[in-house]
């Protein structure tokens, strides 16, 4: 099970995916002021969910910026592709700031490392991370493959890619990704992107125009 909200001025879609047990991992939490942070607390509290992950899908700035806030209040690490390490000083010290941002101190945050394909636990589930870079370097997804959904970021959108324009994208590189490790995904699959209304990898298949 997914819930999504949509946050900051950006419209991030942070995503707490959850299952029978009340375990439940956040992925981009992305809140930049209290009704957006209470919103997620409501849901928790609501639906008895402990979160037991913390995750992002890449590391710009506005899937992060709320990152500390959630270490603060349950205590997780940020975990991670490694190569998305890199680009945290720079979503810190000059994006924030370029952008509107308050990512509090996000340098103090302990990290934590994933690896493609190795499974993300939570309760009887699992979220399996998919290197969807190109949009920028570090990206994963997130593929759920027991319930038939895939968090993909900014990797893939409604009848859209990501932008290639910005510093460590990679064009080619986004669309191989696209095409080997979320096009060859079950075509009934649901699609969560990073901004925006979810789709299915069958109808990004046969209607996206940049694939």
């Given amino acids: ?9 950006f419209g991030v879609n942070t995503c707490v995916a959850y299952d029978s047990t009340g375990e439940c991992v956040l992925i981009d939490v992305a809140s930049q002021n209290d009704n957006e942070r209470q919103a997620i607390l409501d849901f928790l509290c609501t639906n008895g969910l402990k979160p037991v992950r913390l995750l992002i899908t890449h590391p710009h700035i506005d899937h992060i910026c709320g990152a500390a806030w959630a270490f603060e209040q349950f205590g997780l690490k940020l975990e991670m592709h490694r190569d998305a390490e890199r680009m945290l000083p ?7 700031n370029l952008l509107g941002f308050d990512c509090g101190n996000l340098s103090a945050v302990p990290k934590g490392y994933i690896k493609e394909n190795d499974p993300v636990l939570y309760g009887h589930s699992s979220l399996i991370p998919l290197d969807t870079s190109g949009h920028c370097v570090g990206s994963f997804s997130y593929y759920n493959k027991e319930e038939g959904f895939v968090i993909t970021g900014d990797a893939l959108f409604y009848g859209s890619i990501g932008r290639t324009d910005l510093p460590t994208s990679d064009y080619d590189l986004l669309i191989e990704n696209i095409r080997t490790k979320l096009l060859t995904l079950p075509p009934q699959t649901i699609v969560y992107p990073g901004h925006g209304e979810h789709t299915t990898i069958g109808f990004e298949k046969n209607n996206n125009p940049f694939l």
Avoid: R
């Fill in 1 to 9: 099970m997914i819930k999504l909200f949509e946050q900051n001025h």
């Fill in 90 to 96: 720079i979503a810190e010290q000059s994006s924030a």
